[in-house]
């Protein structure tokens, strides 16, 4: 019962996401939308990827330009297998060739660990991002294992399933990665709370105290990115029986930086940050893209401002907020808020404006498209609508300034208050 | 011989071209202990200013005023936002010009278009200077090579001669006591950013037209670059310089040796078939496998002599 108690935020999750793809559930022709259930089976592989990432920068404070390397290599470890239970060489059922894909991530990440773990800060940064570029480039070189360019194809639909499922919808299929997500998320909020989770946090806060305790930091490092290197094999192999393809560009350096603005704009601190930048960022990607040729743009100007502004990311910047809740006065934050969503809003609406005019009369002219709000198509030559987008930009700055000071005030003033309360109490 | 001295006159251009991108990086890390992301951004926008400037005004005044406009984006990139970033560390700096980075990719995409622009070597230099072995060479690669070493005196005589140069010195060793004599520390790193970002810019002129001006060729040089700075070690400008040199000498000698390990296997009376283990590694040939020679070689310097070939500490 206790467990039940304790564990309630993870079950109404399940629940949620159960139910979720229900939302867009076609009634009329009684199927799902094979587009949001595709979206959401990406969120729950690239979820696994960023928490795995975490384990390292998040945990372990090891900032990793290649950890789509391992990642990768556990998709074409999983792709192999498949293709090798089709050929009756070996039997697995489906359920577990996510397990092949993370033991590939394994044994990738204990080889490759080997080397980058023996140094730590900028200098394992710069190894990763060198092993990454090796990786990729041999993905195109060697045609065995990577079968260059066009990549390693598999069908999913194999007879071996435990459960009788022959995963050819792709609603069965998100079952499958939603129960592994759920899966390899408990393990590694589990392995936060093992001594090597803390100690990996030692080494991370002062390596130097922690070799004092008896610690090996570079064991610890190495020992915690074999083990990121498992989880992200798993993401690895659920990606394989989604997409039923595997080639270069999943261990490509864009791969890595997508995990890496996942985590940043998420929160790094917390165990759920990433989680939350992986939404905010699939959500862009798939969303934005369809409407957009420019949102990396948007994502990139995202980061910028949570590195600037928030290093604490989405979920730290939810967290400030708890000792104001505990207190009970959140609710007095509401009208500051309100008040500092209009200029937000402008802001968001000019730039989003002065970026699309630049797109559209550059990339959308030379693919012959035209810019519309609202059906009626805008001129992106004729000064007006550049200086709308200017002047919300320009105004929207100002207020929100004068609004961000009144706000911190506010904010000021509450967590006083807060403070005074929880000393009282 | 013919292919030698022909590669290794354009391999001693590529290398000094990856030196002035490089050295302005060298600076920026081991004085501020940014690794700076923007950095072949900055490399980018410089061919891209200096395409569009030629368009009105000519190659000439562009060689001048584009590395300025880079200079100063360098300039409000520390000022307003890397400044901002420091008190959160070194790996925010890092994340940030890493967003930076991304961001003017993708500016330039929007602004010049996803297609390369012909961006051309001025006509005054269009011709070729000598023939070695019925070979020619063309006067902008001689151009280019004075260009440089011009840049290599110039910071060398301005860190070592000058009041600035030994104020920057100094602020890089002991920032708190060069603060403490009544210099503007912050500053010296908005000028020595800055700097390196005309630096940069100024490559970016004189290689966009050797090479393609294209919305990738930041992403394709930026990597090089950091093996560069990290092969030739930290705080050591000569190191940096030995490290261009010996990376366009690699890259462009691959190209031309077509060998592989089975080859050499076959000197020692081993044959390589298609049924022998790893095969497919052993009969790679080395032009395909030249680009991945620098990231070998930053790896295993990083993992076995962390602070490069000349450098003062480790990276």
Redesign the interface.
Known sequence: MSLLRRNWLWLLALGVLLAFPFLFYDWAKGRHSGFALTLMSEIGVMAIFALSFNMLMGQAGLLSFGHAVLFGLGAYCAAHVVNLVKAGTIWLPTELVPLAGGLGGLFFGFVLGWLATKQRGTAFAMITLGLGELVSAAALMFMGFFGGEGGITIDRVMDTSLLGVRYTSPWQVYCLVLAWAFIAAALMRLQTQTPLGRMANAARDNFERAQFVGYDPRRVRWMQFTLAGFFAGIGGGLYVLIYEIVTFDTVSAAKSANALLAVYIGGAGGFFGPILGTIVVVLLQSGVSLLSNAWLLYVGVLFIVMVMYAPVGLAGLIGLHAPIWRAGRLRDLVLPYLRALPPALMILLGFVLLVELTSFTTIGAAQGKHFAIAGRTIDTTSPLPWGIAVAALGAGALWLRREARAFRLRWDALMEDAKKQAGAS | MEVFVVSLLNGLVYGMLLFMLASGLTLILSMMGV?NFAHASAYMLGAYFAYTISLYVGFWPALIVAPVLCGLVGAAIEMW?LR??HR?G???E???T???A??I???V???????PVPYRVPELLDFPLFRIYGTQFPAYRAFMLLISALMFGAIWLGLTRTRVGLVIQAALTHPDMASALGHNVPRIFTLVFAAGTALAGLAGVIGGNYQVTEPAMA?TMG?IV??VV?FGGLGSLTGCFIASILMGLIQTFAVVFDVSLADLLAKFGVTVTASTPFA??LT?TLP??G??LP??M??LI??FR?RGLMGTR??
């Not at chain 2, 995409?109 to 297609?115: A, F």
């Open positions: 690794l936002g901002r970033v959160h070194h790996i925010a890092l994340l940030f890493f967003g930076i991304l961001v990719e993708k500016a995409q929007m602004t010049w278009g996803l297609l992403f990597p950091f093996v990290v497919e590694i790679v395909r496998i680009a991945l990231f070998l930053m790896v990083l993992v962390p480790d990276t």
